[in-house]
Every structure is written in C-alpha cells, then in structure tokens.
C-alpha cells in the first residue's frame, strides 16, 4: 500500500465521539489563537542506538483551564505514541511517549512530523497547534538536517569593507562568535524578570497604577520563557 504525502497529516487515534443533543460550556480561554508550549521542539532517532528509539515529549498547560490534546503524525506506522490525546489540568504538564518502531536504512534520513492540537476542556474548536520535526539518523554523530532546504549566500566583500573589519578586529571591537549569550536573549530574560517582579493583579498594597499589574497567567509564561532562556544562557 502506497503511502501518504508527507505534508497530509493523519490521526494516530480516531475521532471523538460526541453525545448528540449536549452543548459545549462556555470557553475560559477566548476565540484567538493560544500558543502551544512543547519541549523538545525536534526529536532525533539513531539506528546505532536503542536507547534512543524512545523519546518524549512534554507538553506544558500555563493556563488557567483544563485543555484537550490530540498528537496526529505523518507517518503513523513507523510510530507508537503513549497517550496520544488526553487532558492536561491547569497549570500541569504531561509526558507524551514516542517510539520509533520501524528503524531501517529506508528510513533514515527521512523527516517525519508530529502535529499536537489543543482545545479547552469540553470544547470542539481548536485553539492552537504545534509542530515537531522528527528524523531518523544512522549514528549518534550524525548531524541532523535542517528543517529546510537552505544553502549558503556568497559573500561579496568590497575591500574597503574588509580592511575595515579586519582593522576593527586588530583593535578589539569584534566580538567573536560563542563569547556569551546574544543581545535578544539578555533582553528577554531582563523583561521576564521585570514581569515576574511585578504586583500581581488584585493586589491593593502595591503603589504602582493599574495597568503594570501582571496577571497569574502572564506570571507563568514568563517564568516558562525564563526557564528556557536561563538554559539557553548557560
């Protein structure tokens, strides 16, 4: 049997089945779209090694509500997920569990996706989703592929361009590259911190105006964000 286009997402798991004649309660968390915090954002296989066939996937629920969520996949048979939908209460995590069981050389190389979908608890509509890459490697020093096909420009330097950067180089003001954490990464763990160091709102004691208050929601995808930058940092 031929299999699917890599870009056609099946279910690992069959719909829903809902109660005719029963209404959804009223949602907690809007109509927009809600971000979708999962970590890892790829997973690598390798052929040489067992231990990695399995892997796992954490899914991170900040918000106030409990949330429904479904894991589809492109390649359904080459995978076996734990627990490929559920429910995840408020401010709780879950572990979902991916195993890797059709490791061959006809499969390396190739990129695979897992889509993860959440909705608030007794809803139907979809709020927000999350993509991870998933690859095959035949060993362990493999280098993982890029998600896209990009290739390197050709740099056209004028030579009065490089006579200047090499005479900034002579006189200390290149900073070569791995020497600490970049600009925008301080920046969002400086603005994580002023959030998380604001009054909360509700708050009566606090003399700053309104509308700097932080809500308990915020607080927690700040120092979610925060989390992740302090890793990245060290």
């Known amino acids: 049997m031929a ?5 056609h997402f099946v279910w690992s798991l069959s719909d829903d089945v809902e109660q005719l004649g029963m209404q959804s309660p009223p949602s907690h968390l809007g109509e927009g779209k809600l971000p979708v915090f999962v970590f890892p954002s790829s ?5 040489d090694d ?3 066939h399995k892997q796992v ?3 991170y629920n900040p918000y106030d509500a409990a949330l429904k969520f479904k894991v589809l996949s492109t390649a359904p048979r080459k ?3 734990v627990d490929s939908e559920g429910t995840i209460r408020p401010r709780c995590c879950v572990d979902i569990v991916i195993r890797h069981i059709d490791i061959c050389i006809n499969n390396e190389g190739v990129k695979d996706k897992f889509r993860i979908q959440v909705s608030e608890y007794g809803q139907k509509k979809m709020l927000g989703r999350k ?11 493999s280098v993982v592929p890029p998600d896209e096909d990009f290739q390197s420009l050709p740099s056209h330097t004028t030579e009065g361009a490089d006579s200047q950067q090499s005479l900034a180089s002579r006189h200390g003001h290149a900073r070569p590259a791995g020497s600490g954490p970049g600009f925008i990464v ?9 959030a998380l160091a604001m009054p909360s709102q509700g708050e009566k004691e606090s003399r700053l105006p309104e509308y700097l208050h932080v809500s308990q929601q915020q607080k927690l995808i700040a120092a979610y964000i925060l989390g992740l930058v302090t890793m990245v940092i060290l």
């Open 3 to 7: 299999e699917r286009a890599p870009d």
């Open 43 to 47: 997973l690598a296989f390798y052929s």
């Open 50 to 52: 067992q231990a990695t």
């Open 57 to 59: 996937l954490t899914l």
């Open 79 to 81: 995978y076996t997920v």
């Open 131 to 141: 993509d991870v890459s998933s690859v095959l490697l035949p060993r362990k020093d």
């Open 186 to 194: 301080i920046c969002a763990a400086i603005a994580c911190i002023v």
